[in-house]
């Protein structure tokens, strides 16, 4: 939505050999395709005509693409859990940046796709209390579904439900991945003491006010980046790309990810689908994109 909206400085680099002109416009933009191999050059070995795949690519119906840039998707997983290999990763990669111990309390902002997929992950990395913060009825169902014990609104009284909920200390660890520059701010007063706040979102050219007289000062809170692009240095020894990649493919054939997917739209129609997704976030989750060509294959 931010490249949608014309929310990013056209001066920002694409950050993917497959985009193509700039964040100014023309822009083509899209980075989760899911379909078929139909050809592979002859030197090509790992991967074969049929052979189900996702890639980073932008919404169209046929492209070449270097054979690195694609990755095999499980035998097991329905073709469309495909389109979720992109957010997943984002999610995953949260994970790697989050200090969640045995039984904190975290707190996400946010529960559209990228923020549910970081409230399943972060009840399977151990949490003891999730607390989902969204405004959508539809979205706090979704993050019960997901493993949320509490789902909350966000509003000024959310501070004090998270204090009474920890015996005063507030949340272990708070997740932003709202998208919304005024969530921060809240986010920062729900931490504990010298606890971390991790930033999730991407705000674009939009201004995030943030009051650093109170919580953040007082509490020795870390305010911190989580981004997909890379992965912390001190994890590198041992958490590389492949690592995680091989990593969100098992998760991607054991998680019910279909269950995300609220609309699906015809390409032709994908103007329809965008406005939908800036327009009526209150009802939507995952969109995909379907393409007659190939019956089997999904982008979004």
Sequence with gaps: MLAYRGEIDPQVPLDLPT????????????????GQVAEAGSEVTDLLPGDRVFCLHPH???FAIDADLVVRLPADAPTERGVFCANLETAFNVMLDAPIRLEETVVVFGQGVVGLLVTRLARRAGAGRIVAVEPWPARRSFAERFGADLTCEPDSGL???IADLTDGRGADLVIEASGVPAALDLALQCAAFQSTVLVCSWYGTRTVPLNLGREFHRRRLTL?????STIDPALQPRWGRGRRTAAV???????PLEELITHRYPFADAASAYELVDERPEGTLQVVLTYPEARESSRV
């Design 19 to 34: 985009l193509a002109g700039g964040f100014g416009f023309p822009l083509k933009y899209g980075y989760a395709s899911v």
């Design 60 to 62: 169209q119906d046929w």
């Design 159 to 161: 501070p004090g439900r």
């Design 224 to 228: 911190r980046s989580t981004q997909v």
């Design 249 to 255: 493919l098992r998760l991607l054939a054991d998680l």
